[in-house]
Every structure is written in structure tokens, then in C-alpha cells.
């Protein structure tokens, strides 16, 4: 499995699956969320929709998977990552799961290629550094079978910098 950091807008890779920092509304909002549901057209927000009607939208740190409508990438992954509250509140472990389980969904669905956002590191105001450890650790830890390529696609320079300068370090 590779990994590799891309610094730029999410919406315009051409993966299997691009995931998503969503609301546990599932209906939209601001940031990643909101440049996904924009470029990708109302077709996302239909399933998401639909999802919601049958399991009440979707918790902290967990996953559910929907089309991409017009986004060159085949689904979207949407997880809903901790608000920071200081530290305490079980936000590194809630972080982790939405990495472990984005994959999860991933690989069940038979995916190769899949990009993930800095999830939480926005609107949500989990500090970066310690973001970028629980996500790199998550996603060289997990169990691969038919993932083969992540990627790391950073909006801002300095989770580019963070995220280039842990993957090259052996630890
Ligand atoms: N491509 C890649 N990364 C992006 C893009 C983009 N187009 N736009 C922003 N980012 P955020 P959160 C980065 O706030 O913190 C929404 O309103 C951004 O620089 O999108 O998990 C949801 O509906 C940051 O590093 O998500 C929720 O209510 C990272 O994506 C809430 O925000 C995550 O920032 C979720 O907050």
C-alpha cells in the first residue's frame, strides 16, 4: 500500500473514493463538506438523504458511503470527525476510527484508491500536529486487502508540511 501527500482541493482528484469531513447531519456544510456537495451536484445530497431516513444521519466516528455525482472520483466516503473540547473527551480515538472506518467502507466496496481530507483540522479546530500523528498512524496500521493507494490531499501549507515531513520520517 502507498502513500502519498498532495496539497490542493479534494474535489477534482480522480480516485475511487474521495472522503469527506462531514456533520452527523449528513446534510452539508461549510468547508470540505460544503466544496464536495457543491462540485458534486444534488445527487450526493439525495443519498445522503436517503441514509439519513433509514439510520438517523451518522455518529461521530463512523462512515457511510454514497455516489459522487458529478465529481470524477466514483463514491464519497462521509465521516464525521470530533470537535476538539481540549483533549480529554476521547477526541484522538473518535479521529482514529473515522480514518479506520472510511477505509473499512473502502475496502468493502471493493476500492483501490482513496483521499482523504485533514479531517477535523477545520470548522472542528483539532490541532494539526496531533491530527496528522492519529491519521498517519491509522492509515499505516490498517489491515489492507484491496487498497492499495492513500492519499493525503492538504488544503493549507502547514498540514502539507506536517503531513510531508512525518511520512518521510521512519518513525
Ligand atoms: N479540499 C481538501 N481539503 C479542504 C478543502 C478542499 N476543497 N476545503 C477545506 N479543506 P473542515 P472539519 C480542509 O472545516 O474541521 C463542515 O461545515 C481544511 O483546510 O472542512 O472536520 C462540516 O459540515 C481543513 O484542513 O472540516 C462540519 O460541520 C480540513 O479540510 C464541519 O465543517 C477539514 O476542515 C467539519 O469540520
Given at each position: 500500500?502507498?502513500?502519498?501527500?498532495?496539497?490542493?482541493?479534494?474535489?477534482?482528484?480522480?480516485?475511487?473514493?474521495?472522503?469527506?469531513?462531514?456533520?452527523?447531519?449528513?446534510?452539508g456544510g461549510g468547508g470540505?463538506?460544503?466544496?464536495i456537495h457543491k462540485a458534486?451536484?444534488?445527487?450526493?445530497?439525495?443519498?445522503?438523504?436517503?441514509?439519513?431516513?433509514?439510520?438517523?444521519?451518522?455518529?461521530?466516528?463512523?462512515?457511510?458511503?454514497?455516489?459522487?455525482?458529478?465529481?470524477?472520483?466514483?463514491?464519497?466516503?462521509?465521516?464525521?470527525?470530533?470537535?476538539?473540547?481540549?483533549?480529554?473527551?476521547?477526541?484522538?480515538?473518535?479521529?482514529?476510527?473515522?480514518?479506520?472506518?472510511?477505509?473499512?467502507?473502502?475496502?468493502?466496496?471493493?476500492?483501490?484508491?482513496?483521499?482523504?481530507?485533514?479531517?477535523?483540522?477545520?470548522?472542528?479546530?483539532?490541532?494539526?500536529?496531533?491530527?496528522?500523528?492519529?491519521?498517519?498512524?491509522?492509515?499505516?496500521?490498517?489491515?489492507?486487502?484491496?487498497?492499495?493507494?492513500?492519499?493525503?490531499?492538504?488544503?493549507?501549507?502547514?498540514?502539507?508540511?506536517?503531513?510531508?515531513?512525518?511520512?518521510?520520517?521512519?518513525?
Open positions: 500500500m502507498k502513500i502519498d501527500v498532495l496539497k490542493g482541493d479534494i474535489t477534482t482528484l480522480e480516485v475511487d473514493a474521495i472522503v469527506n469531513a462531514a456533520n452527523s447531519s449528513l446534510l470540505v463538506d460544503g466544496a458534486g451536484g444534488k445527487q450526493i445530497l439525495e443519498e445522503c438523504m436517503h441514509i439519513r431516513n433509514q439510520q438517523g444521519g451518522c455518529k461521530v466516528g463512523e462512515a457511510v458511503i454514497t455516489n459522487a455525482g458529478k465529481l470524477k472520483a466514483k463514491k464519497v466516503i462521509h465521516t464525521v470527525g470530533p470537535k476538539w473540547s481540549g483533549g480529554n473527551a476521547g477526541e484522538s480515538e473518535k479521529l482514529r476510527t473515522c480514518y479506520q472506518n472510511s477505509l473499512r467502507l473502502a475496502e468493502q466496496a471493493d476500492l483501490q484508491s482513496i483521499a482523504f481530507p485533514n479531517i477535523s483540522t477545520g470548522v472542528y479546530g483539532y490541532p494539526k500536529t496531533g491530527a496528522a500523528e492519529v491519521a498517519l498512524k491509522a492509515v499505516k496500521d490498517y489491515p489492507y486487502e484491496k487498497v492499495q493507494h492513500v492519499i493525503f490531499v492538504c488544503f493549507d501549507d502547514e498540514n502539507y508540511r506536517l503531513y510531508s515531513n512525518r511520512l518521510n520520517d521512519p518513525q
